[in-house]
């Protein structure tokens, strides 16, 4: 399943994914603090948080053949 194409950028920030899943930023932040559905691999660069474009698309792709 592709999500994104090629002018997608490889690393996504928290609101980007947000907007692409349709929930808030303070959701994934909240899913990153305590835990949640929500358990998408991220990565800090200094406070900066972001997401990896494949691993969003994994995600993507395992939430959808689950239903």
């Not at 399943?1 to 907007?19: E, G, H, N, R, W």
């Not at 930023?25 to 660069?45: D, E, Q």
């Not at 948080?49 to 995600?59: G, H, Q």
């Amino acid at each position: 399943m592709k999500i994104f194409d090629s002018s997608t950028p490889a690393v996504l920030t928290t609101k980007q994914v947000a907007k692409l899943l349709g929930v808030t930023a303070h959701t994934l932040t909240v899913n990153r603090s305590y835990g949640g559905r929500l358990n998408i691999p991220y990565f800090k660069l200094g406070r900066l948080v972001r997401y990896s474009r494949s691993d969003v698309e994994a995600f993507l792709a395992k939430a959808y053949r689950r239903g």
